[in-house]
């Protein structure tokens, strides 16, 4: 299983928004949106092989954890609007622990630190990091778990909690790129690898 | 100057569509749109040294066709709705030859035939296709057009076509990927030459 844990700094943490404008009253819930299309979407075809996980810690019921499985997952899309419906959907859910919301979407309040201390259990960790290692070299583990954060990087704190789990950092390229398309060069690269 | 040149075979060629139904209405325009934030978006930047060319071939008034400059954009943003917006403002430019509809955004009715002879005279031609050269390995020209199709291949009357320009075919993978991540995989790798 690939994973990814997408930091949504200021992404907004209630169902109230609108669909008419993911990019202004969000907290930039669009840029997960659009992590979601490419961690799953191939030609014709969803990854199942994949997990995504965005951390919604805007106001103004920080953290919200929403986890997607590619192998499960129903009624996904690949445009902006129809996964901020899913999204926003899972927002209402109430209740305790993870709930599930829709086939393969659930939503907890489960922090970074509990998401990570999780996954670490099962998958080694990267973190994609311009001053990195290069993907294409770099020795990847066969269940690989990649944490990044939207247009702003992970905080201090963040970074400690990762550092915990003695993560390798990896770059992608001599510049610096949207979160959505580091996900789809990380794909990319697992993909020529087979794994 | 990297060029881009998207077929969208059905894509709505009025501005009568919805921001609301992208994915429903509009022949699939979104593909498009997404298109246009791989071609462009980097991290707190634009890439300037790229144009793409959005050949709009659905009803009613097929082709429109969009060019977009990196030079001189202005008004872009990363989402769907937005760029879906620029495009409707410039299907609804009336007049002739090549319009400018807002800052480094044209809109013209040059067929598919007229853009690649264009193109072609300054430019060296590749085809992404699942069957070509590894882009990892393939030589590379200093200023590139890839020719690519939306959900669908290039029919058999498009690929003639572009036959005549002696393009070379390049595969990105051994699995076959959305237009949008083709172009953000093909910009990684023109990035990673520069250096």
Same mark, same amino acid.
């Given at each position: 299983m690939r994973r990814f844990v997408i930091m949504g700094h200021r992404a907004i943490t209630s169902a109230d928004f609108k669909l008419d404008d993911l990019c202004g009253s969000t907290g930039r819930l669009d840029i997960l949106l659009r992590c979601v299309n490419s961690a799953f979407f191939l030609s014709h075809d969803i990854r199942k092989d994949v997990e995504i996980v965005l951390m919604l810690l805007g106001e103004p019921n920080p953290p919200k954890t929403i986890r997607i499985n590619g192998r499960e997952v129903k009624y996904?899309?690949?445009?902006?609007?129809? !996964?901020?419906? $899913?999204?926003?959907?899972?927002? #209402?859910?109430?209740? =305790?622990? &993870?709930?599930?919301?829709?086939?393969?979407?659930?939503?907890?309040?489960?922090?970074?630190?509990?998401?990570?201390?999780?996954?670490?259990?099962?998958?080694?960790?990267?973190?994609?990091?311009?001053?990195?290692?290069?993907?294409?070299?770099?020795?990847?583990?066969?269940?690989? !778990?990649?944490? $990044?954060?939207?247009?702003?990087? #992970?905080?201090?704190? =963040?970074? &400690?909690?990762?550092?915990?789990?003695?993560p390798k950092r990896l770059s992608l390229g001599p510049i610096s790129y949207h979160a959505d398309h580091c996900i789809t060069l990380v794909n990319n690269e697992l993909d020529r690898r087979r794994q």
């Open positions: 996904l899309n690949p445009d902006e609007r129809s !996964t901020a419906a $899913l999204i926003r959907n899972a927002l #209402l859910q109430k209740g =305790e622990g &993870e709930r599930r919301c829709s086939p393969g979407i659930y939503v907890s309040e489960r922090s970074y630190e509990e998401v990570l201390s999780n996954l670490s259990k099962e998958s080694k960790m990267y973190y994609l990091h311009e001053q990195g290692e290069d993907v294409r070299s770099a020795q990847l583990a066969g269940d690989p !778990t990649f944490v $990044l954060g939207d247009d702003q990087d #992970l905080t201090e704190v =963040e970074e &400690e909690i990762l550092m915990r789990y003695d």
